[in-house]
């Protein structure tokens, strides 16, 4: 497995490579969700190449960056024994030097959910991605479907920008009680911890409201978030029954519709979704 | 020659095209400026693309995205005579379908000059140059000096963003008497068409005064101005000596500074600059 730093080390070693290529970008720490993105690339691909890079600019001034989780003596180790061909693993200013001046912007799918809570957040992952994309060269890259919105921004900007690369979205990978995997769930206090299943849970009561023949968005809105409110430890944020391509509101629930939110547990924010089938 | 006018056909012709290739982006009208990028382009690359395209997202709403000149049958007759390997002609909805929303902004290089006269024209640029790199993914791309601004931005937006290709940029060709060639100068009356020939004079003025030693910016800029205030056609929108990464403008003027100007000549404009040796 090779360990490249710097742009010029990634890029030499990606001329090495032979075949396709496809590249699982993490922020480390990386869970079951992550190892099943590699998984999936590995088998659809002649090579592998996962970044671990914790991107500043994708976190507001109040956010965790400092405190983001980091492991990468672990990291490492994970993806050595999933047989990883190249990990890239920069440091901040390898990405973004002193004079870094462009930024990557998509409109319109960024101003809801996310983007309206995160002002810059996407402005920042758009422009990692699309660095990550130049520099490595992939033929596919694999996205978790648990950052719902994030997976629309970046198919939205490979399309505007006519970038030459298949977007993979993935299934989201759970907890046994049906928690998302998320680096962030280390913030959980063990209550925290056991209260945050109601994410899921009101997902699948949305699920089972969606099958009973219920398609009104607002019914389901609601019924989710009376459900959520009664977790004394949770605040919700959002919660969001929108189009999958545009993120628009719906009125009345539609197929590939998502469902999403967010809500807070202490100082920790997470966020989990489905799409209705 | 082929004819791309989707971008289906151009991935298409583009993934028929052995070793190495060299892209000229322009929006037609083609003069001697433009023929010698290509040429330079087919000496150093094993095919050469050039696009066609007047970009409507660089134009500001009072400029001439309508009538700027347009030309197809005789570019393509000059494109086939010198033996260009493919054409990319798409229309507008081709480059920016409707629900077209990504940008790509390349900050600070762009808020003075060109950028400070014309909002948003170098927003327009850097993203259709991506997507144009994107779609051809040339390993050089030629542009002309006499752009200078231009230049300054798509190399920072190449390497902010770690686009894999190399810019080339090709010395600026002059009509006879030193008039920078231009699609617009064919919007000059026969009066105006030769009061333009100020700029160049201006800058001929500039190189003789610190070719004898006159270090101090803003000497030569006073003399380039009051040289050019003797025209009465003429009127000066800029007159800058910069550096030629940051274009910051200079107290004292060195090796490698951008010495530019835009000039008005009735509603036609007209830039020229030259590097300092």
Redesign the interface.
Same mark, same amino acid.
Do not use: S
């Given at each position: 497995m090779i360990i490249a730093k710097t742009?010029a080390e990634m $890029?030499k070693a990606r001329n090495a490579l032979k075949g396709s290529v496809g590249l699982v970008p993490t922020m480390g720490y990386l869970h079951e969700g992550h190892l099943t993105l590699v998984r999936r690339s590995k088998a659809e691909n002649m090579a592998t190449v996962v970044s671990i890079f914790v991107n500043p600019t994708q976190f507001g001034p109040g956010e965790d960056f400092g405190k983001y989780p980091r492991a990468p003596e672990v990291d490492l180790e994970m993806l050595e024994k999933l047989k990883t061909d190249v990990v890239f693993m920069p440091m901040p200013d390898v990405i973004y030097p002193p !004079?870094? %001046? #462009?930024?990557? #912007?998509? !409109? /319109?799918?960024t101003e809801r959910l996310e983007g309206a809570v995160r002002p810059g957040h996407f402005r920042g992952v758009? #422009?990692v991605v %699309? $660095?990550l994309f %130049?520099?490595v060269?992939p033929d596919k890259a694999y996205f978790g479907q648990k950052d719902a919105q994030q997976c629309v921004v970046v198919k /939205? +900007?490979v399309s505007?920008? %006519? +970038?030459?690369l298949e977007i993979v979205i993935v299934s989201t990978v759970r907890e046994p009680d049906g928690l998302a995997m998320s680096s962030r769930n280390v913030y959980l206090s063990p209550e925290e911890r056991k209260a945050a299943v109601v994410l899921s849970r009101s997902l699948k009561l949305a699920e089972d409201m969606i099958a009973g023949g219920e398609m009104n968005a607002d019914k389901v809105r609601e019924a989710m978030r009376s459900l959520i409110n009664r977790e004394p430890r949770a605040f919700i944020d959002y919660i969001s029954i929108a189009d999958g391509a #545009?993120l628009d509101e719906l009125i009345e629930v539609k197929k590939d519709a998502v469902i999403s939110l967010a809500v807070r547990f202490g100082r920790t924010r997470l966020l989990d979704n489905m799409v209705v089938k």
């Open positions: 742009v $890029k !004079e870094f %001046n #462009t930024w990557v #912007t998509v !409109e /319109k799918v758009a #422009t %699309n $660095k %130049n520099i060269r /939205k +900007m505007d920008l %006519n +970038m030459p #545009t």
